[in-house]
T-cell receptor, first 112, second 115 residues
Framework: AQSVTQLGSHVSVSEGALVLLRCNYS??????LFWYVQYPNQGLQLLLK??????LVKGINGFEAEFKKSETSFHLTKPSAHMSDAAEYFC??????????FGTGTSLTVIP | KAGVTQTPRYLIKTRGQQVTLSCSPI?????VSWYQQTPGQGLQFLFE???????NKGNFPGRFSGRQFSNSRSEMNVSTLELGDSALYLC??????????????FGEGSRLTVL
């Protein structure tokens, strides 16, 4: 079975500081991994995805994530936080043909 | 290209009532999934439909049901509402089922409040 653990339900960073949101997964087979972002009163939108190509994945709005099989991790980073990055972030895992499993989310606050 | 449309966006019901939520997927998408989102629980998978057939079902009681029509539009129904059913219900569509294409497209959700 697949599962996702997001460490830290709330993360606060100063504007311009590094953003690091942690995600660890469990999967018995090579997974697809995703980060989604949810702004207030909106649905989720895809930030980036890992589908067994390059281990460093670049997404929208300057975000990137690195797939580390040995650590079963897929942490999301952004070098410099912007006020507009304040949102809820969800990590998800999927195996071909099966459903998505989402983490419980990390709420990012950006302090001016 | 229109996105995923969910109706209604907001609704208030009382305990014991039932509710039906609707989801129109992106044109051409045949797979529709439903999720329940509550604070601290993240997204809990309800069920997935593809070509009018339920492919997967999450761990929810039988009060939660769904269906998909020939035009790929989907509805979910919750009967005998309980206070704990208050949540944001999200619908997501994709070209094919599960994670095969690697992306789900989400609607803005239907926020249900049960009093």
């Amino acid at each position: 079975a697949q599962s996702v653990t997001q460490l830290g339900s709330h993360v606060s960073v100063s504007e311009g500081a590094l953003v690091l949101l942690r995600c660890n997964y469990s999967s018995s087979v090579p997974p697809y991994l995703f980060w989604y972002v949810q702004y207030p009163n909106q649905g989720l939108q895809l930030l980036l995805k890992y589908t067994s190509a390059a281990t460093l994945v670049k997404g929208i709005n300057g975000f990137e994530a690195e797939f580390k099989k040995s650590e079963t991790s897929f942490h999301l980073t952004k070098p410099s936080a912007h006020m507009s990055d304040a949102a809820e972030y969800f990590c998800a895992v999927s195996v071909t043909g099966n459903q998505f499993y989402f983490g419980t989310g990390t709420s990012l606050t950006v302090i001016p | 290209k229109a996105g995923v449309t969910q109706t209604p966006r907001y609704l208030i019901k009382t305990r014991g009532q039932q509710v039906t939520l609707s989801c129109s997927p992106i044109s051409g998408h045949r797979s529709v999934s439903w999720y329940q989102q509550t604070p601290g629980q993240g997204l809990q998978f309800l069920f997935e439909y593809f070509s009018e057939t339920q492919r997967n079902k999450g761990n929810f009681p039988g009060r939660f049901s769904g269906r998909q029509f020939s035009n790929s539009r989907s509805e979910m129904n919750v009967s005998t509402l309980e206070l704990g059913d208050s949540a944001l219900y999200l619908c997501a569509s994709s070209l094919v089922p599960g994670g095969a294409t690697g992306e789900l497209f989400f609607g803005e959700g239907s926020r249900l409040t049960v009093l």
